[in-house]
T-cell receptor
Framework: KAGVTQTPRYLIKTRGQQVTLSCSPI?????VSWYQQTPGQGLQFLFE???????NKGNFPGRFSGRQFSNSRSEMNVSTLELGDSALYLC???????????????FGEGSRLTVL | AQSVTQLDSQVPVFEEAPVELRCNYS??????LFWYVQYPNQGLQLLLK??????LVKGINGFEAEFNKSQTSFHLRKPSVHISDTAEYFC???????????FGPGTSLSVIP
């Protein structure tokens, strides 16, 4: 089975721009979660999508948004970028069904965003 | 709500020495517990998990962890570390298979030759 694929791996943007990151989950996984990783804040949960619906949400401003497509692929978007948005954005997939497995996450290698 | 504490942000240890990385969690309900490892410029990968049953859980690369319900701890141990174990280690909890997974702040393990 192919793993979780994130694109792009690296990108540089300037303040005020917007960015879209993509995540393809493991085949058969219907849940995709997004995390922001920074040296000072660790892993912060952004949101989770399951069957095209946002199921869980973290405490991020509305500039951070996401969506999931019918094939379970997910995108997250950050608008009006700020310097503090520089981070590694990690995507993780799991089966996501109640009573199935244990919620174990499978991670991609991340998209490293630098905002100048 | 659940939370995870990893008391040691950095742990230096000599090669072939034993190591313990500490994790404590807070939850009013039963949870599943995980340890993940992150090597430089990579995503996280699962080391081991506690679901139920035996409190001693064995994982990959010679790591093991012990669940202690009374102390709400899930400490990670390895009897003899290798240079290749240098990485960031994260403890995590989840209430059910569909709740959000909560991660601790991470412990940076540095193995000194």
């Amino acid at each position: 089975k192919a793993g979780v694929t994130q694109t792009p791996r690296y990108l540089i943007k300037t303040r005020g721009q917007q960015v879209t990151l993509s995540c393809s989950p493991i085949s058969g996984h219907r849940s995709v979660s997004w995390y922001q990783q920074t040296p000072g804040q660790g892993l912060q949960f952004l949101f989770e999508y399951f069957s095209e619906t946002q199921r869980n949400k973290g405490n991020f401003p509305g500039r951070f948004s996401g969506r999931q497509f019918s094939n379970s692929r997910s995108e997250m978007n950050v608008s009006t970028l700020e310097l503090g948005d520089s981070a590694l954005y990690l995507c993780a997939s799991r089966e996501g069904l109640a009573g199935q497995n244990t919620g174990e996450l499978f991670f991609g290698e991340g998209s490293r965003l630098t905002v100048l | 709500a659940q939370s995870v504490t990893q008391l040691d942000s950095q742990v230096p240890v000599f090669e072939e020495a034993p190591v313990e990385l500490r994790c404590n969690y807070s939850s009013s309900v039963s949870v599943y517990l995980f340890w993940y490892v992150q090597y430089p410029n990579q995503g996280l990968q699962l080391l081991l998990k506690y679901l139920s049953g035996s409190t001693l859980v064995k994982g990959i690369n010679g790591f093991e962890a012990e669940f202690n319900k009374s102390q709400t701890s899930f400490h990670l141990r390895k009897p003899s570390v290798h240079i290749s174990d240098t990485a960031e280690y994260f403890c995590a909890v989840v209430k059910t298979s569909y709740d959000k997974v909560i991660f601790g702040p991470g412990t940076s393990l540095s193995v000194i030759p």
